[in-house]
C-alpha cells in the first residue's frame, strides 16, 4: 500500500488560514516536511493519522510518554480523578502525597515546588529562585541546551551553521524568536569544559547566580558528560557560590526515578522536571535543597497542581516503581542498540548507540562520543539520519525527525523492535547504496 497523507495535507491548508502558521507548536512540524502530519489517536505504542496510517513511535511525545499511550492504569487513574474534579482554586490530598512521593525518590530533594504545568515554567521558576537565593542576577547556560521557551531559556540552542555561533572564548548569544527580548543576564558556557567554566565563574563570578544544564545534552545529537565533568561543575558551584540547577525536564523518570542525578551520582542544588513524570499529562516542578528551593516566593497559576494532572503523577510514579519496570525499557532500548550496530557494521556506517534507561539513541557518521554541540557540525551525518526518518515514517516507523535521541515506552514491543531493525536495515542499504 502507498503511503498517503491526503488528509493531513488538507487540515495544514485549513490550519494555515486560522492558525498563526498553522501550527500551535514550531515543534509539530520538521522543517523539511511541507505540513505536519494530523495524528487521531494512540494506543500502546503506537501512534494514528488521520489518513489511517499506523506508526510505530519512538518520538513518544518529545518524552512525556514514558507509559505510551492510553496505558489502562493511568487512564483509569485520571478517568476516576476527572468525575471528581480538575480545578479547584485549593490542593487535595493527593498533592501532599505527591510532593513526599518525590522527595523520597529525588536524591536533591528535601522540598518541592511549584507544580506548574510545562518544563518552561519549571526554569523559570528554578532562575528565580537561585536569583532570590544567591542575590546575584545572571545565569550561566550551555550552548546546544534546551531549557523551554521563556527568552532567557531560549538562547544559544541550536545554529544552522558553525560559523553563527561565534568562538569559543567569545560566543554569540543566539535569540530564537522574534521578540525575543536581548539575553543581557545569560553567560554562554562551553559543554564538558570545565576550563571554560572555571574562567567564567573567575571572572564573572560575583555577579553569577546559577549554572543551568541538561546532564545529557539530549536536545542536541545527543551529547555525554565526560567523567568528571558533572562532579567537576558541582565543585566549582560550591567554589563561587553558584546555584546548579540540572534540568531533569528529558531525563527525570526517563534514566530511571531518580533522574540523571540519580544515574551520574551527582546532586544539584536544584533540579526541574515536567515531561515523563506525569506520563503523558502536563505537570511540572521545581525540586531542592531546603534552604535553596525555599528562597523565592511561592509560585502562582491557576492551573497550577491541577488535580488531574496531580492524579496522573501518582499513578505513572506507582507504574514506574513496579518490579522490573526500568530494566525492561533498559532491556528493549539495549535490544534496538544491538540492532543498530550490527546493521551499521554491516553497510560501513560509523555510529555512536546508546542504551539508556527508556532513551535509546542513534549518531550516524561518528563512533566517537561528541565533546560539545559545535562537534556536531563536524561529525554528524545529519543527512543520512534524516533520510532514515522520512523512509520509516512511509513504513510506519516514527523516529525524533530533529535529532538521534529516541524513547522507548513501557508498552514498547520485542515486534516493534524487530520491524523497525527489518526496515533500519532496508533503508541503510538504500541509502549507502545511492552515494
Ligand atoms: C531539557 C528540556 N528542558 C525544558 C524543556 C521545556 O519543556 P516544555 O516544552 O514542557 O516547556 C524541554 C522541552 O523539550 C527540554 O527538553
Request: hydrophobic letters at 40%; a negative charge; one cysteine or more.
Amino acid at each position: 500500500m502507498t503511503y498517503k497523507t491526503d488528509k493531513s495535507k488538507e487540515l495544514f491548508q485549513k490550519a494555515q488560514r486560522c492558525l498563526v502558521g498553522g501550527l500551535s507548536s514550531s515543534f509539530h512540524k520538521a522543517a523539511w516536511n511541507e505540513y505536519p502530519i494530523y495524528m487521531d489517536h494512540g494506543k500502546g505504542s503506537k501512534v494514528y493519522d488521520v489518513d489511517g496510517n499506523s506508526y510505530i513511535d519512538y518520538l513518544n511525545a518529545f518524552g512525556p510518554n514514558l507509559l505510551g499511550y492510553v496505558h489502562p492504569d493511568l487512564t483509569a487513574a485520571v478517568a476516576k480523578q476527572l468525575q471528581k474534579a480538575t480545578l479547584m482554586a485549593a490542593p487535595n490530598a493527593d498533592l501532599v502525597k505527591l510532593a513526599d512521593k518525590l522527595v523520597d525518590i529525588i536524591p536533591c530533594a528535601d522540598k518541592v515546588s511549584a507544580f506548574m504545568s510545562s518544563g518552561s515554567e519549571a526554569n523559570m521558576h528554578a532562575i528565580r529562585v537561585a536569583r532570590a537565593y544567591t542575590g546575584k542576577k545572571k545565569i550561566v547556560k550551555i550552548e546546544g541546551c534546551y531549557h523551554g521557551s521563556m527568552d532567557e531559556e531560549k538562547v544559544s540552542c541550536d545554529a544552522e551553521r558553525l560559523e553563527a555561533l561565534g568562538s569559543r572564548e567569545n560566543p554569540n548569544k543566539i535569540k530564537h524568536i522574534k521578540g525575543q527580548k536581548d539575553p543581557d543576564d545569560v553567560i554562554i558556557a562551553m559543554f564538558n569544559d570545565l576550563d571554560n567554566i572555571e574562567h567564567i565563574f573567575k571572572t564573572q563570578g560575583d555577579d553569577i547566580a546559577c549554572m543551568i544544564l541538561e546532564t545529557i545534552m539530549a536536545n542536541a545529537d545527543p551529547i555525554y558528560p565526560k567523567p568528571g565533568f558533572l562532579e567537576g561543575l558541582r565543585t566549582l558551584c560550591d567554589q563561587y557560590q553558584v546555584v546548579l540547577i540540572f534540568d531533569e525536564v528529558i531525563t527525570g523518570f526517563r534514566l530511571g526515578l531518580q533522574g540523571a542525578q540519580g544515574y551520574f551520582g551527582v546532586t544539584p542544588d536544584l533540579a526541574t522536571f515536567g515531561k515523563a513524570i506525569g506520563g503523558g499529562y502536563p505537570i511540572s516542578c521545581v525540586a531542592g535543597r531546603e534552604e535553596v528551593v525555599s528562597a523565592a516566593t511561592v509560585a502562582s497559576g491557576t492551573f497550577a497542581a491541577n488535580a488531574l494532572c496531580v492524579a496522573a503523577a501518582l499513578a505513572t510514579i506507582e507504574i514506574c516503581q513496579r518490579p522490573g519496570f526500568y530494566e525492561n525499557l533498559e532491556r528493549m532500548s539495549q535490544k534496538m542498540v544491538d540492532g543498530i550496530q550490527v546493521i551499521c557494521a554491516k553497510y560501513g556506517v560509523k555510529v555512536n548507540t546508546k542504551a539508556i534507561g527508556g532513551m535509546w539513541t542513534m549518531i550516524l557518521g561518528t563512533d566517537e562520543d561528541l565533546v560539545d554541540y559545535r562537534d556536531h557540525y563536524s561529525k554528524v551525518d545529519s543527512k543520512l539520519y534524516t533520510k532514515l526518518v522520512q523512509g520509516c515514517m512511509e513504513r510506519g516507523i516514527r523516529l525524533n525527525p530533529w535529532r538521534g535521541r529516541n524513547y522507548m515506552c513501557a508498552q514498547s514491543t520485542d515486534e516493534d523492535i524487530a520491524y523497525t531493525l527489518q526496515v533500519l536495515d532496508e533503508l541503510m542499504a538504500q541509502a549507502v547504496g545511492e552515494k
